[in-house]
């Protein structure tokens, strides 16, 4: 009786070996699936037991943990075969799976309603932080994997880098060596020949300068000034040159004193001059009396300006209103 129950549960499970693939010993195919054949002796049974036990963990081992031990059966990753279009669901289900987007295998999510959401773009989550990104934050201390933008230096772990010195710094000092030219973001010692060899040399290299800074977008702007990446400028105040203020024309009031010079001649022919005041007992102009004629020959005028000096030369705030928050750069 033993001999025929284990003769059913063979044919039942069909384990006649099959030719290997190249990650199993069996290949479980509808081949696979039909063996053994009923008139198959009994006998076999326990090497048909043992092959269907090595063809299922063979298979369960790919995401699995399958170690003999507590953590049998938990998930090791999970692995998803490439699908030519979204699955067909029942309206209450939702379903993960991965389809081919140019080129790259990318990973899916479909909702109930049938609504398809692509969850990774180039291998990265849709909304994701790469390498050099950048975030504001009310944070003293960065997040794993970012370090604050202090104005201060990256490298390996022997390099001395001031905000971070180690090896998960490769990539930003990458990227920054790439796109910053070295009056903004120096290298210690001087570029060499490439990132890789200044990196391997323990160099460090400099994070674009952010503290007590406003932020803007590099480039050229219509009608604006060509900016470029990492650059700094500006200042919090500015004493204001001659060449930068607006035309103008002074303006003031003149006091002018004239002071007239009188040609005097009496009745006797006797001439004389007095500025200023004119002859008694003359004639002409304001005379007193008949027996002297006055004229007026000559007149000075002095002018006076005076000027106040205003203004001190300080330099005035040209700082816009600012909130000000801390930023973090991802490695």
């Not at 059966?73 to 490439?82: A, E, P």
């Not at 939702?94 to 140019?102: L, N, R």
């Not at 291998?123 to 202090?150: I, P, Q, R």
């Not at 002409?284 to 205003?310: K, L």
Request: aromatic residues 6%.
């Amino acid at each position: 009786m033993r001999r025929v129950l284990i003769a059913v549960a063979i044919a039942a499970w069909g384990l006649v070996p099959q030719i290997a693939s190249a990650q199993f010993a069996y290949t479980w195919d509808a081949t696979f699936e039909s063996q053994p054949a009923d008139s198959e002796g009994a006998k076999l049974g326990a090497s048909r037991i043992r092959d269907l036990k090595k063809a299922t963990s063979e298979r369960e081992k790919i995401d699995h943990s399958w170690a003999g031990d507590a953590n049998d059966g938990k998930h090791l990753q999970s692995t998803y075969r490439v699908s030519a279009a979204k699955p067909t669901l029942s309206s209450t289900d939702g379903a993960v799976y991965t389809k081919t987007v140019s080129g790259h295998t990318e990973l899916f999510y479909e909702r109930e309603d049938g609504t398809e959401v692509q969850v990774t773009i180039n291998g990265l989550v849709v909304g994701a932080w790469s390498t050099g990104d950048v975030k504001v934050t009310l944070k003293t201390v960065a997040d794993s994997g970012w370090v604050l933008m202090n104005d201060g230096t990256i490298g390996d772990a022997t390099s001395g880098g001031t905000t971070r010195a180690n090896a998960d710094t490769s990539a930003l000092f990458t990227l920054v060596w790439t796109n910053c030219v070295n009056a903004d973001c120096a290298v210690s010692t001087g570029r060499g020949a490439n990132a890789a060899a200044d990196y391997a040399a323990h160099k460090t290299i400099a994070l674009p300068k952010a503290l007590g800074r406003a932020l803007a977008v590099y480039g050229s702007g219509s009608g604006l000034t060509a900016r470029v990446l990492g650059h700094v400028l500006g200042e919090e105040a500015h004493v204001q040159t001659t060449a930068e203020m607006a035309v103008h024309t002074p303006s003031s009031s003149v006091s002018t004193t004239v002071t007239p010079v009188y040609h005097d001649t009496d009745s006797g022919g006797t001439a004389s001059s007095f500025i200023g005041t004119q002859a008694t007992n003359s004639t002409g102009p304001g005379a007193i009396n008949n027996d002297r004629t006055d004229s007026v020959v000559t007149a000075t005028a002095s002018s006076s300006f005076t000027g106040n000096s205003v203004g001190s030369g300080t330099a005035f705030n040209v700082m816009q209103p600012t909130t000000f928050l801390n930023i973090m750069i991802k490695l």
